[in-house]
């Protein structure tokens, strides 16, 4: 990847103020007034203000980036203090994004910040989305990287992307136009409960301003346009060993949202795609999964069993699991499929992967069906064990 033209245009003029703030940027050939006037102008989201986004924000305000938007609805909590350092002591309990806004005003009046207090999701992101340069990503979750990629790509915006666990970090920048996209080095979203996050897996304070500060380096460059960004590469930096090494990432031209006949071209359910079980459900489920030979084993014996396929009626029709019938999960979360269940049957709930089937479970043994089960990996584990002839989707 050679050098990109700049993504944005320098602002009119640096005020007598803002010189003596910045000189130490100016005086730097490759930087000059000209790049400095483009920082001013540029408009950067960093979404989430915990471990990333906190040095994040920080060296962006710093450097002079004139408009910093922050996606964060949580609030400070004193276990984020061991690494997310734009919060203190007295902002525990506070909104992290007005905390952050606070320090980043101190850290640089000039800086306009715009707080978006809100989850992001599949309804707001284009929006929010569209009145930035850049995204830089500092959340920690599968299902929203997939909806900041896609959300990128539809918008062809750059994508500073960083992880970080324990004493290993990655970042890269996806940006489809010019290189691969997240989905072409990660098309599919590892099992859900597979990756531990950091909440449950920890990480090293300091990880986050390696990779944080990766991620401005990358920012400031692509916004001035120097240097060689950090498109179609990964970096991957181990702070044990203390070694980067860099891995080329091609685009993948069968990418389902930036190959050339993608699949994706609207946003979709990112929750679903990731298969994110809720604690409730993950609760429930313990204990209470069977596995397709189980089920199988009690069809052939003849057990006293209620099948209930609690998929939407589109995938029933693709495949089905013999004898099933078909409740789809949200009768069971408005609470109108409970009074139709019989009391004198087992209840067996299945849906694709498992996922949808755990939620209903957790609904159902709240409502006192104590010896309900579900079939962990769904309809696609059946097919794969008991009836491969048939279709998967
Ligand atoms: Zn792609």
């Known amino acids: 990847m050679s050098q990109l033209p700049p993504l944005v245009e320098p602002a009119a003029e640096l005020t007598v103020d803002e010189v003596r703030r910045y000189s130490r940027h100016l005086i730097i050939p490759d930087v000059g007034m000209d790049g400095q006037k483009r920082l001013k102008n540029a408009k950067v989201l960093c979404v989430g203000a915990g471990g990333l986004g906190s040095p994040a924000l920080m060296y962006l305000a710093a450097a002079g980036v004139g408009t910093l938007g922050i996606v964060e609805f949580d609030t400070v ?10 919060h203190g002591q007295s902002d525990i309990g506070r909104s992290k994004a007005e905390s952050a806004r606070d320090s980043v005003k101190e850290i640089n009046p000039y800086t306009n910040v715009i707080l978006h207090e809100e989850r992001l999701e599949a309804d707001n992101v284009m929006d929010i989305f569209a009145q930035y340069d850049l995204i830089v990503d500092g959340t920690d979750n599968f299902a929203t990287r997939y909806l900041v990629n896609d959300a990128c790509v539809l918008l062809n915006k750059p994508y500073v992307w960083g992880s970080i666990y324990r004493f290993d970090g990655q970042a890269s920048v996806f940006w489809s136009e010019h290189g691969p996209c997240y989905r072409c080095l990660y098309p599919e979203p590892p099992p859900p ?27 400031i460059k692509l916004l001035m346009g120097i240097g060689e960004p950090l498109v179609g590469r990964l970096m991957i930096y181990d702070a044990l060993e203390m070694t980067y090494r860099q891995v080329k990432v091609r685009k993948d031209p069968e990418c389902a949202v930036c190959g050339k006949n993608p699949s994706v071209t609207e946003l979709i359910d990112y929750e679903a795609f990731c298969g994110v079980v809720s604690e409730e459900a993950q609760e429930a489920a313990l204990g209470s999964t069977i596995t397709p030979r189980q089920l199988k084993e009690w069809m052939d014996a003849g057990e006293n ?70 079939l962990g990996g769904g309809v696609i584990g059946w097919v794969n064990q008991i009836e491969p002839s048939k279709p998967v989707y």
């Open 77 to 86: 909590d004193e276990s984020n203090l061991q690494r997310q350092i734009i």
């Open 193 to 219: 409960g597979m990756v531990p996050s950091c909440a449950e897996g920890g990480v090293l304070g300091v990880l986050c301003a390696s990779i944080g500060s990766i991620q401005v380096n990358e920012a």
């Open 305 to 374: 069993i209620d099948l209930i396929d609690v998929r939407e009626p589109g995938e029933y029709e693709i495949v089905k699991i013999p004898s099933s019938r078909l409740i789809p999960k949200n009768e069971f979360l408005m609470g109108r499929a409970l009074e139709d269940l019989p009391q004198d049957k087992r209840i067996v709930l299945n849906c694709k992967s498992g996922v949808r089937s755990a939620e209903v479970l957790a609904v159902l043994k709240a409502a006192g069906f104590a010896d309900a089960v579900h």
